[in-house]
């Protein structure tokens, strides 16, 4: 009897339970998805280097070049305080000339970077008035997605 009434109680708890999955269904769905955005924000990146014998005029050389790079940028319409500098740098320049180190002053650097609109009109623009520079200098692009397209 014992056993009669535990299968009972068995099969009533899988019926209770069948029914109360029909009363909340489910779908399980097992996949992936994969979406391309095109980079919306571009970044310009500026190396300038400025080499002398003597360290100030190594540093007043490379504040010249600067001021001057950042002359041009302002010139496309990029507003001044957009601009930052980085990666200051100064070193003393030693060359080795037939077995020897021969000291050859200093070499200063850094980097002016400014994010702006990633479009074709802006990066000609910004190609355009540096292709007419007169200042020696590196230029790079980087390309990346804003706060708003990566949420």
Known sequence: MRNILLVLFLL????????????????????SAKITVKPDVGILIIGIRENNLNFSEAITGLNKKTKDVTSQIVSIGFKEEDIKTTNFEIEKYTVFIK?????????????????????????????????????????????????????
């Open 99 to 151: 077995e020897q180190d021969i000291d050859s002053g200093y070499v200063a650097t850094q980097s002016i970077t400014v994010d702006f609109k990633n479009s074709k009109e802006t990066i000609t623009r910004i190609l355009n008035t540096f292709a007419k520079s007169n200042t020696d200098f590196t230029l790079n692009f980087n390309f990346k997605l804003s706060d708003e397209l990566r949420a």
């Open 12 to 31: 009533l708890s899988f019926s209770a339970i069948s029914q109360i999955d029909k009363r909340n269904p489910t779908i399980d769905v097992i996949g």
